[in-house]
């Protein structure tokens, strides 16, 4: 009997070792199927049209250059959104809020987090794009503008979050010390706190814009889908088209195999290498602040 | 009388700072809730057991919406007897077994990118690696495999903290009594860490029941006539459903679309608040 | 009188640079009381761990020497340490009843080594708990969740569940430290009784309880045995004048 168990011991232990290593496992096979299937673009296509301005597979225009500007626009707006309001709410959440409007804020933001993008982007349809293009008298409401908007909604659960848990673990230490000099609250949130946070807030905003940019659903249905090279701010109240969204409307329609089905998957290869840096990043200033903690601990 | 100044000047910088603040809240508040009545208002109206219960007709125009409710339910299902028992063992691995090295160090990277990686990337991959690779075709299994893999790192995360809450000493009281680790693992620590756990996975299947990019070239059908018959059918779902008929059948009627749009929210709002509950009564519970 | 415990040359060092232990011998005699005593941080508790081999659980950067059981090496790797922590039992500092019931806690280790018998399990719970001199306390309750006792209630529930397993050595690491002195003397008592069947290896949370308690001490300091002999003549006339300093109370 004593056998029989180390046996199973051994068995489900080596099971639970394989599972762990799987998640590498999985970043490895998504990378290998994207460059499979993405690097045949490059022996099909010189490099020169992928970097055109024009983007047009059926004629076999696949310059990448609109759709990444078109990204590059979305997601700065969304930025521009989700970062102030993401702090801000960490920072009611984490330093002002009693603690019975935090039990309500928190479960609501997260809900956010929690709606589908589908939803947000019917609501972007039938809601905010009419009211856009009415307010700033606009010739069509789905407008990079108008993908901000909700995409910014859609980041700023995920910078909350992050950038609560940074200010949640500032030691009260310091604010008591700033209290006790004689700061006043809202001194002591700008001058110690967040500071002293700053790493993680760092990372909230980073993570936040990671989700922008590979938010895929709402983008498509409300930006308007317009593969215009985007030239500067005024682009915000034109049509444009992201990466993501690119990908999800044609790749439904295209030939196995094909150049254009190549050169979705390129795109999405640089998806994913735009989100690995990203997280990457995020994650090694992570890991900094947390050495940084353990020394000033120790 | 300077400082008399200023000091007065400095709190009425915090109240005008705390009134701004406070704002920023409001505004951040405001349209999630107005977004969840909007739709439980708009929607309300269309929701009747035919819409419930029947199959769209007149090119979606009318009927109901069965197909793509059963749909979701299967993929959800189906992402879960994937990505439950692999999270949760991942889980395990970390918080149980892994030491602080290397390879640990890999996983945990590996594990913050899959958080990371776009959704409709996972759709790509999903494409090249189970509907052509390994030819399941546009399928509910294909679909239910890349909606698992995208929920791995929710699940394992979550389950991790929830494991790693369990003191360490019921470790060492269990080993010192002559159990092993797996023992001690499955009799207790599994245990206590159970409603930790459970949540996790209810945050993770909520949403992969709300994604559709991930399923739009892996299990996702325009209109099926019928139900699916095999894990190999591919299948309807709520969200895909939505962003069709909002966005690719002309003069869709508006109450179909809301009320659509209704029951995807509901689905993943209880989902939700099964989960904040769990939480909540578990933390309330606690004896450690 | 026979050796049960017999170290050799044990030394030992952990990853993180904590306490550690160095070159230390001694013989444990069989059904007696033997005392570790010395300021924290001197190896008392890393020697108790290295007796039922928990100290596999932390990260050890170097060990050497023996430490044999009945003439047995238990730090061979080919020991079967799950036997050897059934026959080798502990108490902790903190009683840490498991989150059950105290029935379940007492026969959880039984369960594990594979005793089904309801009858066996029950007479095991009684014996056990009557040992411990907690079975009036609580044996109308035995399925009452065990953190609903008190401190000193949770304490011999646990050493009952050390004793369930019928180990032929207790190790008890500090068990009175978060007692009061009532429910410190049940447990002191309970250790008297307990000698007669057992070897019985204590780190005492207090010089007085030591001398309280020894058949046997051992003086333990920054990791080095500085002395070992019979409890009352170490207590009364030591031979180290380090030993007799900590026993004056004139460092801790």
Redesign the interface.
């Known amino acids: 009997?004593?056998k029989s168990?180390?046996w199973?011991?051994f068995i489900?232990?080596r099971?639970?070792?394989a599972?762990?290593?799987?998640?590498?496992l999985?970043?490895g096979?998504?990378f290998f199927?994207?460059l499979?299937?993405g690097l045949p673009a490059l022996s099909e296509v010189d490099a020169s049209s992928l970097l055109n301005i024009r983007w047009y597979p059926l004629e076999s225009h696949v310059g990448i250059l609109p759709l990444i500007s078109g990204s590059l626009v979305v997601t700065l707006g969304a930025a521009l959104i989700a970062v102030?309001?993401g702090i801000?709410?960490a920072?009611?959440i984490s330093e002002?809020a009693p603690r019975w409007m935090r039990e309500i804020?928190k479960?609501?933001?997260?809900?956010?987090g929690?709606?589908?993008?589908?939803?947000?982007?019917?609501?972007g349809?039938?809601?905010l794009a009419p009211f856009l293009r009415v307010f700033l008298n606009l010739p069509t409401g789905l407008t990079a503008l108008t993908g901000s908007l909700l995409l910014g909604?859609i980041a700023?659960p995920t910078v909350v979050s992050v950038a609560e848990d940074a200010l949640d673990s500032v030691p009260r230490a310091y604010r008591e010390g700033a209290w006790a000099l004689g700061a006043?609250?809202?001194?002591t949130i700008w001058r110690v706190t967040l500071p002293a946070a700053k790493s993680g807030v760092l990372t909230a905003v980073m993570?936040g814009v990671?989700?922008a940019?590979?938010?895929?659903?709402t983008v498509m249905?409300v930006t308007g889908n317009a593969p215009v090279l985007a030239t500067g701010l005024g682009s915000l109240f034109s049509p444009v088209r992201t990466m993501?969204a690119t990908?999800?409307a044609e790749?439904?329609e295209v030939a196995?195999g094909s150049t254009h089905y190549h050169v979705?998957?390129f795109i999405?290869m640089v998806?994913?290498i735009i989100?690995?840096v990203?997280?990457?990043i995020?994650?090694s200033v992570v890991f900094r602040a947390k050495k940084r903690a353990e020394r000033i601990l120790s | 009388m300077m400082t008399k100044f200023l000091s007065r000047n400095?709190?009425t910088?915090?109240r005008l700072?705390?009134i701004a603040?406070?704002m920023?809240?409001i505004?951040?508040?405001i349209?999630?809730?107005g977004?969840?009545v909007?739709?439980l208002v708009k929607g309300g109206s269309a929701i009747s057991l035919e819409f419930l219960s029947g199959f769209p007709h007149d090119g979606m125009r009318a009927g109901g919406i069965l197909p793509a409710i059963i749909g979701t339910l299967y993929l959800t299902l189906g992402t879960a007897v994937f990505s439950v028992?692999?999270g949760i063992?991942?889980a395990?691995?970390?918080s149980?077994?892994?030491k602080d090295n290397q390879?640990t160090r890999?996983?945990?990277?590996?594990?913050?990118?899959?958080?990371?990686?776009?959704?409709?990337?996972?759709?790509?991959?999903g494409?090249?690696?189970f509907v052509?690779?390994l030819k399941f075709g546009t399928s509910i299994l294909a679909a239910s495999l890349t909606l698992s893999?995208m929920t791995?790192?929710v699940i394992?995360s979550t389950a991790e903290e929830a494991l790693r809450a369990v003191p360490q000493s019921f470790r060492t009281v269990s080993i010192s009594l002559g159990a092993?680790?797996?023992q001690t693992i499955s009799r207790i620590i599994l245990k206590e860490a159970l409603p930790g756990i459970l949540t996790g996975v209810i945050?993770g299947l909520?949403?992969a029941?709300?994604?559709?990019?991930p399923i739009?070239?892996t299990g996702a059908a325009f209109f099926l006539p019928r139900l699916p018959h095999s894990v190999f059918d591919a299948t309807m779902a709520l969200?895909?459903h939505?962003?069709v008929i909002?966005?690719q059948v002309p003069e869709m009627p508006?109450q179909i679309?809301y009320g659509t749009?209704l029951v995807?929210?509901v689905f993943?709002?209880t989902?939700?608040v099964i989960a904040?509950v769990i939480r909540s009564r578990a933390r309330a519970r606690r004896q450690w | 009188m026979v050796d049960k415990i017999i170290i050799e040359n044990l030394s030992l060092q952990y990853s993180d640079g904590t306490e550690s232990l160095r070159n230390v011998s001694m013989g444990i005699r069989q059904n007696a009381v033997t005392v570790l005593f010395g300021p924290a941080g001197g190896g008392k508790s890393t020697l108790l761990r290295c007796l039922n081999r928990l100290n596999d659980l932390t990260e050890v950067k170097a060990s050497s020497g023996r430490i044999l059981i009945d003439g047995e090496n238990i730090l061979d790797p080919k020991t079967?340490v799950?036997a050897l922590r059934r026959k080798v039992g502990m108490v902790f500092a903190r009683p840490v009843p498991l989150p059950m019931s105290i029935r379940e806690n007492i026969i959880y280790g039984l369960e594990l080594a594979?005793e089904k018998r309801k009858s066996k399990l029950d007479e095991a719970v009684e014996r056990s708990l009557k040992l411990s001199a907690v079975w009036d306390e609580v044996k109308d309750r035995l399925n009452d969740p065990a953190v609903a006792l008190s401190g000193g209630q949770q304490q011999r529930v646990c050493l009952a569940r050390v004793l369930a397993l019928q180990p032929e050595i207790i190790l008890l690491d500090e068990p009175t430290s978060g007692l009061d002195p009532i429910s410190t003397g049940k447990v002191e008592g309970a250790l008297l009784e307990l000698k007669k069947e057992f070897t019985v290896i204590l780190v005492p949370h207090s010089v007085q309880q030591a001398a309280r308690t020894a058949d046997h001490a051992a003086f333990f300091l920054t990791g080095e045995l500085i002395e070992y002999g019979d409890g009352k003549t170490l207590f009364t006339n030591p031979k180290q004048k380090k030993t007799e300093d900590y026993i004056m109370g004139r460092f801790g």
């Open positions: 009997m004593e168990l180390s199973r011991e489900i232990t099971l639970i070792q599972s762990g290593y799987s998640a590498i999985f970043v096979l998504i199927f994207l499979r299937e102030p309001f801000g709410t920072v009611y002002i804020l479960p609501l933001v997260e809900l956010l929690g709606l589908p993008s589908v939803v947000l982007g019917f609501l349809i039938l809601v909604g700023v006043t609250k809202w001194q993570l990671g989700r940019i590979g938010e895929t659903m249905m993501t990908i999800a790749m439904g196995n979705l998957f999405g998806l994913f989100s690995l990203v997280n990457i995020a994650s | 400095r709190h910088v915090q700072g705390f603040i406070t920023v809240v505004v951040t508040i349209p999630i809730i977004t969840i909007f739709i028992p692999l063992a991942a395990i691995y970390l149980e077994y892994a390879v890999l996983i945990r990277l590996a594990i913050i990118n899959l958080a990371g990686i776009p959704s409709v990337v996972y759709g790509l991959f494409l090249g690696l052509l690779f893999i791995l790192p394992i092993t680790r797996w945050l909520e949403r029941a709300g994604e559709t990019a739009l070239f969200p895909y939505l962003f909002s966005t508006i679309q749009a995807l929210l993943v709002l989902m939700n904040t | 079967d799950i594979g």
